[in-house]
C-alpha cells in the first residue's frame, strides 16, 4: 500500500500554517496589545520579549505557500487570483511592522511614538487581513479548472470583515498570554487582567462563527450535525468550553505561568481543527478537492523529500532559539 501523497501534503501544509499561527500570532498580538499599555518603558518590555525571535516566526508561512505552490498548484493559482488584495495587504502590514520594530528602538523621544503607532498599525493591518482572507476562503471560491470567476472584491464580505476582526482578538489573547509567562510586576498583572475580558470576547467570536457557517453553508451543517458525525465532532466544541474554563481558572491564580499561553494554544487548535472538518476533503471551497488540486505524483515525492529533510531542521533551530532566550525580561534588558 502506497503513501496517499495528497493526504500527507495537506498535513503538512496545515502544519506549516498551524504553527505560523502559534509562533506569530503572540508576536503580533504584543502590536494589537499596545494601545492598552501606554507606558514606554513597558513597551520596550513587551517587544523585547520577542526581539531575538520574532524574525524567524514568518518561516512558517513560507513554508505554507511554498508548500501549496508545489503540491497543489491548481489550489494556489485560484487562491491567490481570488485574494490577492487582502493578501498583498497582509503582506505590506508585516513588512510595515518589521520596519517599525527596528526604528522604534533607533529612533529618538521625538519620533518613537510615531514608531509605536507604526508597530501597532501593521500588526493591527497583518492581522485583519489574514482573518480577512481566512473568511474569504471559508465562505468558498468559484472557479472552474485553475481559473478564478469571481471579481476582485469577492473576498470582502461581512463575514470576512467579522473574521478579520475576531483573528485581532484571537491574537491579542496569544499576545497577553505570552506576556505573561515573559514579563512581571505591573506589567505582568495587567496582562492577567487583560486576558480574562479578552477570552471571553474570543469565546462569543467562536459562537457566532459556529453558528454563521453552518447556517450560510448548508453542507457545512450536514457535516458537522449529520450522524454519525455528530457523535465523532460532538467534543470539538465541549473542549472548547472546557479549555475556556480552565484558562480562566488559571488566570484567577496569582502567578499562572506558562498554562494560560498553553490553554491559549490549545483553544486555537481546537478551533483551527473545527475549520479542518467543515472543508474536509476541499481544499478550495465548496468542491475541489485535494485529489483534483493536487500536483502529479512524481512532483509530490520529489519535493516530499525537501520537506522532510527541511521541517525537522526549522523545529530544531526554532525550538533552540526559544530554549536559549527563555525567562523573564525586565525593563532595561533586551534589544537596544
Do not use: C
Not at 4 to 11: E, I, R, S
Not at 232 to 244: E, G, H, I, Y
Request: proline content about 7%; cysteine-free.
Amino acid at each position: 500500500m502506497g503513501i496517499d501523497l495528497p493526504v500527507v501534503w495537506t498535513v503538512i501544509i496545515a502544519f506549516g500554517l498551524m504553527m505560523y499561527v502559534i509562533m506569530d500570532g503572540f508576536d503580533l498580538g504584543l502590536g494589537i496589545l499596545f494601545p492598552f499599555v501606554p507606558g514606554r518603558h513597558d513597551r520596550d518590555v513587551m517587544v523585547n520579549t520577542v526581539a531575538p525571535v520574532w524574525d524567524g516566526n514568518e518561516t512558517w508561512l513560507v513554508l505554507g505557500g511554498a508548500g501549496l505552490m508545489a503540491a497543489f498548484p491548481l489550489a494556489y493559482a485560484v487562491v491567490l487570483s481570488a485574494l490577492y488584495i487582502p493578501l498583498a495587504l497582509m503582506l505590506l502590514g508585516l513588512i510595515w511592522r518589521g520596519v517599525a520594530f527596528e526604528f522604534r528602538f533607533k529612533a529618538d523621544e521625538n519620533h518613537k511614538p510615531f514608531w509605536d503607532r507604526a508597530f501597532m498599525v501593521g500588526s493591527m493591518v497583518a492581522t485583519f487581513f489574514q482573518g480577512a482572507s481566512l473568511g474569504a476562503f471559508m465562505n468558498g471560491i468559484p472557479a472552474e479548472g485553475a481559473r478564478f470567476l469571481g471579481g476582485p472584491m469577492d473576498w470582502l464580505t461581512p463575514f470576512s470583515v467579522f473574521t478579520g476582526l475576531g483573528l485581532l482578538v484571537a491574537y491579542a489573547l496569544l499576545g497577553a498570554t505570552w506576556l505573561i509567562i515573559k514579563t512581571e510586576g505591573a506589567l505582568h498583572d495587567r496582562m492577567v487582567a487583560l486576558a480574562r475580558p479578552v477570552l471571553l470576547t474570543l469565546l462569543g467570536v467562536i459562537a457566532v462563527v459556529s453558528l454563521w457557517t453552518p447556517l450560510s453553508h448548508p453542507e457545512v451543517a450536514a457535516r458537522w450535525f449529520s450522524l454519525p458525525n455528530l457523535l465523532f465532532f460532538a467534543p470539538v466544541p465541549l473542549l472548547v468550553v472546557l479549555t475556556a474554563g480552565l484558562l480562566l481558572r488559571a488566570l484567577r491564580g496569582g502567578n499562572p505561568g506558562v498554562t494560560p499561553f498553553m490553554l491559549a494554544l490549545v483553544l486555537l487548535f481546537l478551533g483551527y481543527s473545527g475549520l479542518g472538518i467543515s472543508m474536509w476533503p476541499n481544499i478550495i471551497p465548496p468542491g475541489i478537492t485535494i485529489r483534483e488540486a493536487a500536483a502529479p505524483p512524481q512532483s509530490l515525492g520529489f519535493a516530499l523529500v525537501g520537506a522532510l529533510l527541511i521541517i525537522p531542521v526549522i523545529l530544531a533551530y526554532t525550538a533552540w532559539s526559544y530554549y536559549v532566550f527563555r525567562g523573564k525580561v525586565r525593563a532595561g534588558e533586551g534589544y537596544h
